[in-house]
Each structure stands twice: as C-alpha cells, then as structure tokens.
C-alpha cells in the first residue's frame, strides 16, 4: 500500500516556483508581443532568484510574501488561460458520453454491431460475477430509507 503523504503541504522553494509561475502567467496576459514579454520576464527572474538564493529563511519568507502582495495587486483582469484548462473556452466542450448509455440502445441500433454489443455482454456478466464475489449479492431489504 502506498505511503499516506499530504498533498497540501509545500517546500518553501516550491511556493516560490508557484508565485513564480503564476507571475508568469500574470505577465503573458498584460505583453501579447513576445519580445516585451521576454523582457519583463528577464526582469522577474532576478527578482525572483533573490528569493530563492537569500540565506536568512526569515527574510526570504517576508521577500515571497512581499512578491504574492505585488501579484495579487497587479492581477490583469481578464487572466490568460488555456482552452482546455478550467475557465478555457473549450473546457469540456467535448463531452464522452458514459458507458451506461449503450444499455439504452434500441434493438436494431445494437443489432449493427454484434460482435461488439457479444463481447460487451459477456465483459458484464464477468464483472457482476467478480463484484458479487468481493462485495457480496445485492440484498434490496438491507436498504435503508
């Protein structure tokens, strides 16, 4: 069984990577010409070594504070995002409908593919078999309501 590890918990250089990031991304959406983007980034990118490479823990702690203040007050307000990610305008656009759904297929429409509609079958019959071998048959008095 795999180690229980938090997924919340961040390094501190990785909430540094992270604001780092995210400024980024921040900067891509105020320069559209790659040329002004690149220099800003240029820019960041000191700014943001400075952090990684301070030696006083404490100091670099207010120094990442001080940099996710300064994004939060220069957030563009229509972020970039990607079409696919969350927000996107493509996200979920294309919908795969469930595997439940052939159940519902008319005779004739399943009569188009046996072969498949024959495998489909048997696969279910081997699945209600291994589920009521693990979990037990379906007991509709045990229900609760």
């Not at 943001?48 to 006083?56: G, L, Q, T």
């Amino acid at each position: 069984m795999a180690a229980q590890v938090p997924l919340g918990i961040k390094t501190h250089v990785q909430k540094i990577c992270s604001v780092y990031k995210q400024t980024l991304r921040n900067l891509e959406a105020f320069y559209d010409r790659r040329n002004v983007y690149r220099y800003h980034a240029v820019q960041m990118r000191v700014r943001f070594d400075e952090i990684v490479n301070e030696k006083d823990f404490r100091k670099s702690q207010e120094m990442l504070k001080q940099a996710q203040e300064e994004l939060f007050l220069t957030q563009h307000p229509i972020p970039k995002k990607f079409p696919l990610s969350p927000g996107g305008v493509a996200y979920e656009r294309i919908v795969n409908p469930p595997d439940w759904v052939l159940d519902y297929w008319h005779p004739l429409e399943k009569a188009q593919y046996p072969e498949y509609f024959k495998k489909r079958e048997q696969r279910k019959k081997e699945f209600i078999a291994m589920w009521e071998k693990e979990y037990g048959k379906y007991d509709p008095k045990s229900e609760h309501h």
